[in-house]
């Protein structure tokens, strides 16, 4: 059985959001001069939300790789640790409430932030750390193939929040994932692990003969016409706040880079403010992530109908968004799962 949040819950303003989430994030992920993947998805809206953010560039390109050919640079293990190195010489590494990673290049590199997670920890056992194991998507791979074992057995374990997507948890579980039960399950089998906050992101159902799950979308579009979130958490949550959890929003018919990089952030600093409300942070998330691609498609509509075309179209329209980012309209839901 599950139920929905009530509507009057759901506006922003009656959710009590705590202002003493506030803290200091180190961000280790991509960075591109041009466009919004990684660092450029993550800094900006964490500091909207009262953050401070120092950003580490696991690659430096001039531009996402969806464009087609790109420069840059990579960071490896060594180079990472001597800027850990430098930050610890000067008694700067105590003061992270927060570490975030996202795409991660090489196993030197991945094996370093293992290593850092273990450093920081020492420094502060209270650290969040929110790990988004960016390895691929729609069942291909972005990463080299040895990087699943180390984060499987490296860093989900160190984890706080896992935000996995769908290809991504099947690959750190070998579970498949086609309706809500087997996505259960990967989200137990993922807190057996160590995480005990885990988030699903960008679910596509192909089989949705679950109960609960025909029962809550009963009125909503074909399961083609939506993506699913799911969340567990092992922790106590507040009243009227469940461990378990489902958000459906309806497709937005285009291709965005860079939205799993900024829905990672978006939960690090809703979750941050709502503590013990796992699914009303995430129903949060989805909401300011959704707000940034309504009017990144309207901006992208709008380019096309004056003729221009091309993946520059599809950036998205972060700087725009603010209102969005910190006040979203609460337009999918939050429903609980007994």
């Known amino acids: 059985p599950s139920s929905s949040s009530s509507s009057s819950s759901a506006a922003f303003e009656t959710m009590n959001v705590s202002s003493s989430g506030q803290g200091r994030v180190l961000s280790i992920q991509s960075h591109t001069v041009h466009g919004y993947v990684g660092n450029k998805c993550a800094v900006f809206p964490l500091q ?45 590494l105590e003061g992270y409430t927060h570490l975030l ?40 791979m972005y990463v080299p193939a040895e990087l699943a074992d180390i984060y499987r057995e490296e860093i989900v374990p160190l984890a706080t929040v896992l935000t996995p997507n769908q290809f991504e948890a099947e690959i750190l579980t070998g579970l498949s994932i086609g309706n809500e039960e087997e996505a259960l399950a990967a989200c137990a089998a993922l807190h057996a692990a160590g995480p005990p906050n885990v988030v699903l992101t960008s679910l596509e159902f192909l089989d949705n003969s679950s ?14 016409a939506t993506i699913t979130l799911m969340g567990s958490t092992t922790e106590p949550q507040a009243e009227r706040c469940g461990q378990r959890f489902r958000i459906v929003v309806p497709r ?39 707000g940034v691609l309504r009017r990144t498609a309207a901006a992208q509509a709008e380019a096309e109908a004056a003729g221009k ?8 329209r972060l700087v725009q968004s603010v209102e969005d980012l910190l006040r979203p309209e609460v337009m999918a839901e939050v429903t609980w799962i007994e």
């Open 211 to 224: 109960s609960a799950a025909a029962a809550a979308s009963a009125s909503a579009p074909p399961a083609s």
């Open 309 to 316: 075309t091309g993946i520059g179209c599809r950036e998205l």
């Open 101 to 140: 990673t996202g795409y991660i290049g090489s196993a030197s590199m991945l094996r370093t932030v293992a290593r850092l997670v273990r450093k920081l920890k020492a420094l502060n056992p209270d650290l969040v750390y929110v790990c988004d194991p960016v390895m691929g998507d729609n069942g291909k």
């Open 48 to 92: 909207l939300h009262g953050f401070d953010v120092d950003p580490v560039l696991s690659v430096c390109f001039s531009n996402h790789t969806g464009y087609g050919s790109w420069k840059g640079e990579v960071m490896n293990g060594d180079q990472l640790w001597s800027l850990v190195e430098g930050l610890e010489g000067n008694g700067l």
């Open 252 to 290: 937005i018919p285009s291709y965005f880079t860079g939205t799993g990089d900024l829905c990672a952030a978006l939960l690090l600093a809703w979750s941050s403010k709502m503590p013990g409300r796992l699914g009303k942070a995430a129903e949060c998330a989805v909401a300011s992530l959704q």
